[in-house]
Every structure is written in C-alpha cells, then in structure tokens.
C-alpha cells in the first residue's frame, strides 16, 4: 500500500507510528527516519549510467544579475531567498553547510526575504521569478523539471553546484520480522539484475524512468549518513560558538 506525504516531515512520522515500513528518503531526513522513526538503510539507488550521488544547487533566473556564490553572499538584503524542507538534503543541509555555515552567514542576514517549499516549488518560484535565488539539486532541475516542465526549466541558470552527495538511501523499520527484511533486500538486489533477459530488461526500463533514471539498487546501511551527519554536528557546533555556549 503507497502512502504520500507533501514532505518528508510527513513520511518520517509515518514511519515512527508503523503506518509506513518502507520509504525512499534523502539523507538528511533519512537520518531523522534513523534517529527518531526506528528506521535502518538498506539499500541506496544508483542512477543508470552506474553512478552513484548528485549535486546540490543554487538556482536564479536565466536574465538574474546573480551569477555566482559571490554574487549572492554579497547580502545586501535587496533580494529574496527560497530555501528548501528542513529535512531535505540537497534543499537545505548541504547548502547550509557549504554556502552558510563555511562562510560564517545565514540566509536571514543576507536576503530581505526568505520563504521555504519543496524543490519543484522552489524552481517554480524562481523560473517565474516570484523569488530570486533558491536551493535544488540536479536530479530535480535536470531530470524532472527538464522532462515535465522544460520551458521552466529553460528559464532557470545554476550559479552554485556542492561536492557530490551520495544517491538517497532506502530506509525500513528496523523492527520488521528479520524474514520479511530478507524478502525485501531479495527484491531490491535482484530487480533489474538477475533473472532471464527480458525480465532483466524490463525492470531496467521501469527503473530508468523513476526520479532522475535509476540503474539497480546497491546494498547499503547506516554508514552511509555518516558525511551528513558530521555536517550537520559541524553546523550545531559553529551555532553553539555564536552563541558562546561550547
């Protein structure tokens, strides 16, 4: 049975009261499903060219006068900013971390507006300029809004790319029954993998047309939020010297 939410805040809490037992996450909420919804990894998406992680984004209008990080962390507040969920990777930890913390900002000194929406809404907002910079990420801009809206798209330049962020993770409840998580790595390993050819490539077509394009699932586990983690403590900790509280 699927279950939708309009962010991840929805999913997670879906999966803390055992309404959900298995979700896609990015990483960054994946460690909030790990933290506080009884969630483990295991398994961790791949694009179909074999490789392994995207990039986070800041966005503007092809016709904005911004065309670089300098540009925006000039902060002269005559601007205004479209930051991504709380929870989300690519919309909000990493840019938080390589744009705000490592240069000592926060988007409230530098903008005269901020506002937040998922990363479809983010590149709405600014393909029709309803704001003038906002965070994303390749696989949303390149791949979906590029085959579901591309004359937004066209209307959108990238003037900020991060180091590579791994694929997002597969996260179930860690207390499902150990012969029903056997089942399920089974099928996620296996898909698009093993088995006769024309079942082989019939998943790779299914696979390839999900999100960004996908190729089979790699096995993962927890480790895999480690990098995010560590930003998000670098974060907490450059919060807590502000405010003299170390």
């Not at 479209?82 to 903008?111: H, M, Q, R």
């Not at 591309?150 to 597969?170: G, H, N, T, V």
Request: hydrophobic content about 35%; aromatic content about 10%; glycine content about 8%.
């Amino acid at each position: 049975k699927a279950y939708f939410a309009s962010d991840y805040a929805g999913v997670i809490e879906g999966m803390r009261f055992k309404k959900v037992d298995l979700a896609w996450f990015g990483n960054k909420s994946a460690i909030e499903a790990v933290d506080r919804a009884g969630g483990e990894v295991f398994a961790q998406t791949i694009k179909d060219d074999g490789s392994k992680g995207y990039y986070s984004l800041l966005i503007t209008h092809k016709d904005s006068d911004l065309n670089s990080l300098e540009d925006v962390l000039k902060c002269d507040k005559t601007k205004t900013f479209g930051n991504g969920d709380p929870n989300s990777t690519s919309g909000f930890a990493i840019p938080g971390y390589y744009v705000w913390a490592l240069n000592d900002k926060n988007p409230e000194d530098c903008f005269k507006r901020v506002v937040s929406s998922n990363h479809e809404g983010n590149a709405i907002a600014v393909a029709t300029k309803n704001v003038d910079v906002a965070t994303n990420n390749t696989e949303s801009i390149y791949a979906r809004l590029g085959k579901t809206k591309p004359e937004m798209a066209a209307q959108i330049k990238e003037i900020w790319r991060s180091p590579l962020i791994p694929s997002d993770p597969m996260v179930w409840r860690k207390d499902l029954p150990q012969e029903l998580k056997e089942k399920l790595l089974y099928f996620f390993i296996q898909y698009g993998r093993f088995g006769a050819m024309d079942k082989v490539e019939r998943e790779r077509k299914v696979l390839a047309n999900l999100s960004d394009g996908w190729g089979p699932f790699l096995a993962s586990s927890d480790a895999q939020l480690i990098d995010v983690r560590r930003i998000e403590a670098f974060k907490k900790k450059l919060k807590a010297e502000k405010k003299g509280d170390t």
